[in-house]
């Protein structure tokens, strides 16, 4: 069965700072990841995926995230942050077919004005 | 496209109470899996249904049932409620195309035992 790791539960970054949440997953096959966001008191919403093609993958609003097979992290990035992105961040692994969605543990990021 | 919709968004429920949540998924999404989601917790796999069947399903006592109807409208229900059942209960449906299971989230329904 497949696993996700988010080791950090918090990250603290000034406003205009880069920021790196990490992610990493274990699973014995291939893979699907993505980012999800949550702003306090809403659902999550996809931020981005990887599903195959180019390892490297970004959302509309700066962030990016880079699949590194050799090892095993799907680490989400953004060279300069805003107050609005305070969120949580989930990542989460599939491996397709009929098994379901493996989410970790999230990280909260907090932008500091 | 309507997104994921989830009714009701606030329910307050005693002890020993019995309560149904209900999402719509995406048109044309048939996937819908449920999530429990508490701050000591955090997010939870409940289960999955797709086209009326359950796929799979998390570790969850028997009192978390739910089901899928033929329109892909999906309902949960928890019997003899414990304050411990206090959570934000998210519903998530997906396209299921390739298989990917990329899922797109309702705001979920905030449920709250005393």
């Known amino acids: 069965a497949q696993s996700v790791t988010q080791l950090d539960s918090q990250v603290p970054v000034f406003e205009e700072a880069p920021v790196e949440l990490r992610c990493n997953y274990s699973?014995?096959?291939?893979?699907?990841l993505f980012w999800y966001v949550q702003y306090p008191n809403q659902g999550l919403q996809l931020l981005l995926k990887y599903l195959s093609g180019s390892t490297l993958v970004e959302s509309i609003n700066g962030f990016e995230a880079e699949f590194n097979k050799s090892q095993t992290s799907f680490h989400l990035r953004k060279p300069s942050v805003h107050i609005s992105d305070t969120a949580e961040y989930f990542c989460?692994?599939?491996?397709?077919?009929?098994?379901?969605?493996?989410f970790g543990t999230g990280t909260k990021l907090q932008v500091i004005p | 496209k309507a997104g994921v919709t989830q009714t009701p968004r606030y329910l307050i429920k005693t002890r020993g109470q019995q309560v149904t949540l209900s999402c719509s998924p995406i048109s044309g999404h048939r996937s819908v899996s449920w999530y429990q989601q508490t701050p000591g917790q955090g997010l939870q796999f409940l289960f999955e249904y797709f086209s009326e069947t359950q796929r799979n399903k998390g570790n969850f006592p028997g009192r978390f049932s739910g089901r899928q109807f033929s329109n892909s409208r999906s309902e949960m229900n928890v019997s003899t409620l414990e304050l411990g059942d206090s959570a934000l209960y998210l519903c998530?449906?997906?396209?299921?195309?390739?298989?990917?299971?990329?899922?797109?989230f309702g705001p979920g329904t905030r449920l709250t035992v005393t």
């Open positions: 998530a449906s997906s396209p299921m195309t390739s298989g990917t299971h990329e899922q797109y």
């Open positions: 989460a692994v599939s491996v397709g077919g009929y098994q379901k969605v493996t």
């Open positions: 699973s014995s096959v291939s893979v699907y």
